[in-house]
C-alpha cells in the first residue's frame, strides 16, 4: 500500500535573482514517514526546505494534507504545522535554554505554556540542568536539541530539520537521531532530514532522495540505496 501524502511538493522551482536553483522538484513525505534528502553541498537542499516553511517564494504547488500552502508567509505555514530546524540550529542566543523554550511556546494557548515547557525539559534532562544558561553557551549537541524542542513545542505535524549533525561529535550526531527515533516512534511524526551524514540519516529513514543540481535523481527505500554500488560510493562512503 503507497502511504498517504502529508507533505507534498510538486513541480517546485526557486531560486536566488535570476539564478533558478530548483529545476522542477516533486517530493512527498508520506504521513508517520521519515524522509531523507541527500545531496552533495550546493544542490539545493536548503532552498527546498526554505521554500517549503515559506521563507523563500517559489513556484510549483506545495500542499500538506491536501491544503496548499504556497504563497502563505512563513508564520502562517509554521501555525499549519511545517515547522524548520534551520542550519545553524536558530535558537536566541542571549536568551536562557528557558526563555528559548517559552518564546517558542508563545503559538500555544496561554493555558497549555507552562506544561508543554516542563514537558520538553523533562525529555532532555541535559537542557533541564542548563534552563537557565544562555543558549549560545551551551555546546553544539545541546543547541541542536534545544533547536528541535523548540520545533516541536508547536505540535508540528512535519519537522523539517537541516543538517543536524553538523559540527557536532558522532557521539553527539548520534544522540541527536536518536532523539528523531524517539520522536517518530512516540507520535508517528513526519520528518524531512537533511542530512551529509548519510549513514547515520539512513539508519531512521523510511525513504531516501537524492538531490544533484536542483532535481531530484533518485528515490527509494535505504535498502534499495544500499543496493546500489554507484549511490553507495558518492553518498555513504565506506560505511
Ligand atoms: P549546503 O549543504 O552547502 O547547504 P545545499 O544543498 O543546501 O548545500 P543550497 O544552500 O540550497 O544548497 O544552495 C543551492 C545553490 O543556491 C548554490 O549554488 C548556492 O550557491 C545558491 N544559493 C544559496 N543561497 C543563496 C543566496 N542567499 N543567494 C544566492 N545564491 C544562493
Known sequence: PVAEPLLSVQG??????????????????????????????????TTLMRCISGELRATGRIELDG??????????ISRRG?????????????????????????????????????????????????SKVAAGMLSGGEQQMLAIARACIGRPRVLMCDEPSLGLSPAMSKEVFEVF????????????IVE??????????????????????????PRDLHDDDALVSAYIGDL
Open 67 to 76: 491544503d496548499a500552502l504556497g504563497g502563505l508567509p512563513a508564520h502562517q
Open 196 to 221: 551529509q551524514n548519510a549513514g547515520l540519516a539512513l539508519g531512521v529513514a523510511d525513504l531516501a532522495l537524492v538531490i544533484e543540481g536542483g532535481r531530484i535523481v533518485w528515490r527509494g527505500t
Open 82 to 130: 511545517v515547522a524548520l530546524v534551520p542550519q545553524g540550529r536558530g535558537t536566541f542566543a542571549d536568551l536562557s535554554v528557558r526563555d528559548n523554550l517559552a518564546v517558542a511556546a508563545l503559538q500555544l494557548p496561554r493555558a497549555e505554556r507552562d506544561v508543554e515547557m516542563e514537558r520538553w525539559l523533562d525529555r532532555f534532562p541535559r537542557l533541564a540542568e542548563r
Open 181 to 192: 527515533e524517539q520522536l517518530h516512534d512516540e507520535s508517528g511524526l513526519a520528518m524531512l
Open 12 to 45: 517546485l522551482h526557486a531560486g536566488y535573482g535570476h539564478g533558478e536553483v530548483l529545476h522542477g522538484i516533486d517530493v512527498t513525505v508520506p504521513r508517520g514517514q521519515v524522509v531523507v534528502l541527500l545531496g552533495a553541498n550546493g544542490a539545493g537542499k
